[in-house]
C-alpha cells in the first residue's frame, strides 16, 4: 500500500505563490506518474498538472499552464506544485494522485490513479 500526504495549502492573496507538496510512503514504486487535481465547492474534480511515469512528459490544464509547474523527486519520493500568480478561481481543495507507471504519457483523468492523497485546501482572496 501506499500512503500519500499533501502539505503546504493555505490562504494567500491574488497574485501570490504557494508551493504544494506531495510525499509518498509504504511501497514506492520505481517510477510512478504523479497528477494533481482540484475541486472546487459545487464543481466536478479537474486535472491541475501531471507527469509522465518515465518523468519525460508534463502537462498543464489550460487554466493553470504558464503559472504552475510540477516537479518530481523519485529518490525522496516526492512531487511538488509550484503556483504562482494566483486567482481567485484557483481556489479549492488540491489532490496528489500516483500510480505505478512507466509510460511515456500523462494521464488526465482521476479514475488512472490509484493511490490519493486526503487533500490540502488553497484559499485564494481578491
Known amino acids: 500500500q501506499v500512503h500519500v500526504v499533501e502539505s503546504g495549502g493555505g490562504l494567500v492573496q491574488a497574485g501570490d505563490s504557494l508551493t504544494l507538496s506531495c510525499a509518498a510512503s509504504?511501497?514506492?514504486?520505481?517510477?510512478?506518474?504523479a497528477g494533481w487535481f482540484r475541486q472546487a465547492p459545487g464543481k466536478d474534480r479537474e486535472f491541475v498538472a501531471g507527469?509522465?511515469?518515465?518523468?519525460?512528459?508534463?502537462d498543464y490544464s489550460d487554466s493553470v499552464k504558464g503559472r504552475f509547474t510540477l516537479s518530481r523527486d523519485s529518490g525522496k519520493n516526492t512531487v511538488s506544485l509550484q503556483m504562482n500568480s494566483l486567482k481567485p478561481a484557483d481556489t479549492a481543495v488540491y489532490y496528489c494522485?500516483?500510480?505505478?507507471?512507466?509510460?511515456?504519457?500523462?494521464?488526465?483523468?482521476?479514475?488512472?490513479?490509484?493511490?490519493w492523497g486526503q487533500g490540502t485546501q488553497v484559499t485564494v482572496s481578491s
Open positions: 509504504g511501497r514506492i514504486f520505481d517510477s510512478y506518474a
Open positions: 494522485a500516483l500510480s505505478w507507471s512507466r509510460s511515456d504519457v500523462v494521464m488526465e483523468f482521476g479514475a488512472e490513479y490509484d493511490y
Open positions: 507527469i509522465s511515469g518515465s518523468g519525460k512528459s508534463t
